[in-house]
């Protein structure tokens, strides 16, 4: 069996800013829910 480590919040949010910053395409990038809004309920399982 392989295992890959988990990337952490950290790593795919720079992901996520490398990426859309590199791209000429991409104009904006918006997030919204528990990861950026302290008013919202975190929960459990978390997406990107």
């Given at each position: 069996?392989?295992?890959?480590?988990?990337?952490?919040?950290?790593?795919?949010?720079?992901?996520?800013?490398t990426f859309a910053k590199q791209d000429?395409?991409?104009?904006?990038?918006?997030?919204?829910?528990?990861?950026?809004?302290?008013?919202?309920?975190?929960?459990?399982?978390?997406?990107?």
């Open positions: 069996m392989i295992y890959v480590k988990m990337r952490t919040e950290q790593e795919m949010m720079d992901l996520i800013i000429h395409r991409i104009r904006g990038l918006l997030m919204n829910g528990s990861r950026v809004n302290p008013n919202i309920k975190a929960k459990g399982h978390k997406s990107f």
